[in-house]
């Protein structure tokens, strides 16, 4: 029997996260996602996922230096990051490629960490003509990121929407990217392999690149009461409404709500209401609708509408969304990497063959092409 798309395959043991897509709850070691994305500094959640408990205050301030201090990148990954930027990349392929360079620096979960974040950066930059910026030591993991973007120490409001939002997203049971970086760990291979290869299945836009056209919905949208009749027009059109729908979650996403009452916080202090309030039309619209034309199909709010809405008030272009989660993801890839190692046995899934049986080898000079 095949099971497409492994639905309902247990494949590996974790105490990372619990995901329960009829109840709409995700765990983070044991934490309900809300309890920890709204109050954990990032360094926080990367150290309980990488040690099993919340670190003690002279843990944290030594990781945080730890991470800080391994910020900078190599001469080579910058020079790499300037070709990536003269033969106009795509950014997640940019990141994926400089991603690898990160051994030059040594491969060490903490240097892999903090790196990501200094090369997303340093190519958004680059892409736009201007210099990479140093890191900063005083500075949070994501303060500092939102600064080497920047170069301007960020609002705290806007610093801690993404904060919270990189720990509502660091980690999701074996979602594809995760399982990739599992897989790679489990052939014995570093963990720099792994986040690289975990990089290439966060591309893909079934998995970490869709956020960005929930809010073009959004934007084409324009005014509540346009919100109906074009929603109306992409349904019966067989649209797909992005933002909506979850393939485990058969509720609301839990990190939706996170999300929602991080963006309104955002935006109530440091942003423009009127995009917050118009995208909780939408949202509503959408709901009713989707219940209306596909009844017992359960399509609910997933992470990504909420997701676009809150990184585009932090002020980050579409083209940085996934390069973003991935800064977050990166801790849990690592995590999971780590966890393969201490139980490992090499993943090797059985295939159901369906091809041809029974051929004969035929000399070139006999050969007929088959018809087009």
């Given at each position: 029997m095949v099971n497409s798309g492994l639905d309902g395959i247990v494949a590996a043991a974790t105490r990372l996260s619990y995901v329960d897509g009829e109840r709409g709850e995700l765990l983070i070691a044991g934490y309900p996602v809300g309890e920890l994305a709204e109050r954990a500094t990032f360094e926080e959640t990367t150290w309980l996922l990488w040690n099993g408990d919340l670190p003690t205050a002279p843990q944290l301030e030594s990781f945080r230096a730890a991470l800080a201090?391994?910020?900078?990148?190599?001469?080579?990954?910058?020079?790499?990051?300037?070709?990536?930027?003269?033969?106009?990349?795509?950014?997640?392929?940019?990141?994926?490629?400089?991603?690898?360079?990160?051994?030059?620096?040594?491969?060490?979960?903490?240097?892999?960490?903090?790196?990501?974040?200094?090369i997303v950066a340093a190519y958004w930059r680059l892409q736009r003509g201007e210099q990479p910026l140093v890191p900063r030591s005083d500075l949070g993991h994501a303060a500092n990121f939102l600064f080497l973007l920047r170069g301007e120490t960020p609002d705290p409001e806007i610093e801690r929407g993404l904060e919270t939002y990189l720990n509502t997203v660091v980690d999701h049971g074996l979602s594809a990217s995760t399982f990739t970086a599992r897989v790679i760990t489990s052939t014995g291979s570093d963990v720099v392999s792994a986040v690289v290869g975990a990089l290439g299945a966060l591309k893909g836009p079934l998995h970490g690149g869709a956020p960005g056209p929930a809010l073009d919905m959004v934007f084409e949208i324009a005014e509540s009461s346009r919100a109906e009749p074009i929603l109306r027009q992409k349904i019966e059109a067989g649209e797909k409404l992005m933002g909506f729908g979850h393939r485990v979650y058969k509720v609301r996403d839990p990190r939706a709500d996170v999300l929602a009452k991080a963006a309104e916080r955002m935006y109530t202090r440091a942003g423009d209401m009127s995009l917050y309030t118009l995208a909780r039309s939408v949202e509503a619209t959408a709901i009713r609708l989707l219940d209306e034309y596909k009844p017992g199909r359960r399509l609910q709010t997933n992470v990504e509408f909420y997701t676009a809405l809150l990184l585009h008030g932090l002020g980050l272009e579409a083209s940085l969304f996934t390069p973003t989660f991935a800064i977050s993801r990166v801790s849990g890839w690592i995590a999971h990497a780590l966890e393969q190692r201490r139980a490992n046995r090499i993943i090797r899934p059985q295939s159901e063959y369906t091809g041809p049986r029974d051929r004969r080898w035929v000399p070139v000079f006999e050969r007929t092409a088959l018809p087009v």
């Open positions: 201090g391994a910020r900078a990148l190599a001469p080579a990954t910058v020079e790499l990051l300037r070709e990536c930027a003269r033969a106009g990349l795509d950014p997640m392929d940019a990141l994926r490629a400089a991603a690898g360079t990160i051994s030059l620096s040594g491969d060490a979960p903490t240097a892999i960490a903090a790196g990501i974040p200094t």
